[in-house]
C-alpha cells in the first residue's frame, strides 16, 4: 500500500504551504486520497509556517499527524520544531542552504542534504527553493510521480504567473536530480 504523511515547514514566505498545495494535487493526479491542512497565523511571514499532507491508496482515517512518516525543512527553526516527532527510519529533506547538516539526526532518520537555496539561485531564482525542496522529496520517497508534480503546477500556480512553469519545472528536476 502506498502511503505517506509529511509536514513541510519553513519561514512565512518560503513557498512552504504552495509545496504542500502541489503536493496534495500530484497526488490525486496519481490516483491517490489526499488531505492536506495548511498551518495560518501570525508567522505567515518570517516565522515558522507549516502544513501537512497526507497521501494514501487507502481512505485517511485523520488528517491530523503527530509523528510523521517524513519531513521537510526549509530552515533551522523548523528542524528544530518538527525533527524529534518524524518517525524512526523517516525521510527527512534538510534544506543544507540554511540548515546545518550538523544539526540532521542521521541516525535514525534517513537525511538527504539538499541545498535548496543554492540549486534555486543557480537555475536564477532563489524563490524557486521550494520547487528544489517537493523534487527531492518526490524521489527520496517514491509516492507519486514526478511527472504527476510537473503536470499539477498549473492547479497551484496562479494563471498569471503560468510563464513560470517551465522554470519552476527545472526546479523541481533540479531536486530530484540531487538526491538521485
Known amino acids: 500500500m502506498r502511503y505517506i504523511d509529511t509536514i513541510i515547514a ?4 518560503q513557498g512552504v ?3 504542500g498545495n502541489l503536493l496534495a494535487y500530484a497526488g490525486m493526479k496519481d490516483g491517490m486520497n489526499v488531505t492536506y491542512i495548511p498551518v495560518y497565523g501570525p508567522e505567515m511571514r518570517g516565522g ?3 502544513c501537512t499532507v497526507v497521501l494514501s491508496q487507502e481512505d485517511i482515517g485523520s488528517p491530523i499527524i503527530h509523528r510523521p512518516k517524513s519531513l521537510i525543512a526549509m530552515n ?3 528542524l528544530d520544531k518538527f525533527q524529534d516527532r518524524v518517525e524512526d527510519d523517516g525521510i527527512h529533506i534538510v534544506n543544507s542552504s540554511l540548515i546545518d547538516m ?8 534517513k537525511c538527504y542534504g539538499v541545498p535548496c537555496n543554492d540549486i534555486a539561485n543557480e ?3 532563489t524563490r524557486m527553493a521550494n520547487m528544489v525542496a517537493i ?9 507519486i510521480t514526478l511527472q504527476a508534480v510537473i503536470d499539477s503546477l498549473e492547479n497551484v500556480i496562479s494563471e498569471r504567473y503560468h510563464k513560470l512553469i517551465p522554470a519552476n519545472t527545472k526546479a523541481i528536476e533540479a531536486g530530484a536530480k540531487h538526491v538521485s
Open 102 to 109: 550538523d544539526l540532521a539526526d542521521t541516525d535514525r532518520l
Open 135 to 143: 523534487g527531492a522529496f518526490v524521489q527520496a520517497t517514491g509516492i
Open 10 to 13: 519553513g519561514f512565512g514566505g
Open 123 to 125: 537555475l536564477g531564482n
Open 76 to 78: 533551522r527553526p523548523s
Open 17 to 19: 504551504m504552495l509545496i
Open 48 to 50: 515558522t509556517a507549516n
